[in-house]
């Protein structure tokens, strides 16, 4: 068994395979359909960022048309108005399914609701509750739905969801962002030895975080909040040009920037020792050793033990 404080290392060949099994699953769904990305993120998570970008790349890749991308901010402008049924759905991956985000979970309640004859999709997601009633009560939800496809990302969530939602809808997957296994450029002879990586939110398990470690917020600077303010505020505008074209195209300039701030500090570093399950994924994607610590309720390990054991 991985010792948590030991680095690991997993090969490129293993990594293609995960990406390798996405598609052997999901693109006879998609592969050349009209498909629309809802709930994508507009934050500064770089860790969702990546999900959006590997997200894309399995569009392009399945040559698929992405009609239109919603987040939680426009997704207004999408609610109620019919959607060819042809049209694919994809729900953003992450780990925000449960009650600890119910911005979220709420958002995919209601598409999967409102959209009944559509092909959905929610990409792999880590799924967490406090309160074992809201998982009852969202499956009855889920389970209404005859054309919907929920993908877990590690084995605890997929058997939680098992409990109590229809097997046929359920796929074990990995992070979207393996779909970037060859995307960023190999670097190696780093100068600086370990990056201390510790998320500062409420998965945090530390009660006091050492004032030298890094978390994805040290990447964005002043004017990138700025930016990142004025997207939201142009997603939220009902005028069709200025959010759709104005807030995306301004979002996706961000996420593309961040992506490459964070790829590159990475690479300064021989080890990445990191509490964020991104931070793992990115320093595997980058052929990075990384010493993995758990979040407050276990998802970095359980993803680990699916995808991150040498096979």
């Not at 999900?51 to 609610?79: H, M, P, Q, V, W």
């Not at 985000?101 to 406090?130: A, K």
Request: aromatic content about 8%; glycine content about 4%; some cysteine.
């Amino acid at each position: 068994m991985h010792k948590a404080d030991q680095p690991f290392l997993i090969p490129q060949e293993q990594l293609k395979m995960h990406y390798a099994l996405i598609k052997k699953h999901l693109s006879p769904i998609i592969s050349y359909k009209n498909v629309m990305h809802l709930d994508i993120p507009c934050h500064s998570n770089i860790g969702d960022l990546l999900i959006d970008l590997g997200t894309e790349k399995f569009i392009n890749d399945c040559n698929a048309t992405c009609l239109e991308r919603y987040s939680a901010f426009d997704i207004n402008c999408l609610k109620n108005n019919q959607v060819d049924p042809s049209t694919v759905l994809l729900l953003h991956g992450g780990g925000n399914f449960g009650d600890l985000y119910p911005i979220h979970q709420q958002l995919r309640l209601e598409i999967i609701h409102q959209y009944p004859d559509n092909p959905i999709i929610i990409l792999p997601q880590s799924v967490h509750y406090q309160d074992i009633s809201g998982l009852i009560n969202d499956s009855r939800i889920l389970n209404k739905h005859k054309k919907l496809t929920v993908c877990l990302r590690d084995q605890t969530s997929y058997d939680l969801m098992n409990a109590h939602v229809d097997t046929d809808k359920l796929l074990l997957l990995p992070d979207m962002a393996s779909s970037l296994v060859e995307s960023f450029p190999y670097k190696p002879n780093a100068m600086l030895s370990r990056l201390l990586f510790r998320r500062k939110d409420i998965e945090s398990t530390q009660a006091s975080i050492p004032a030298s470690s890094f978390d994805w917020s040290n990447l964005v600077s002043k004017l990138d909040n700025k930016k990142l303010k004025l997207a939201k505020r142009l997603l939220k505008n009902n005028h069709k040009l200025l959010h759709c074209y104005f807030g995306h195209k301004l979002h996706i300039n961000l996420r593309n920037k961040l992506i490459h701030l964070a790829v590159n500090h990475f690479q300064q570093h021989q080890t990445i020792d990191t509490d964020r399950l991104h931070g793992m994924i990115l320093s595997q994607l980058l052929q990075i050793p990384t010493v993995m610590h758990d979040n407050n309720y276990g998802k970095n390990s359980r993803y680990f033990n699916n995808w991150f054991t040498k096979s």
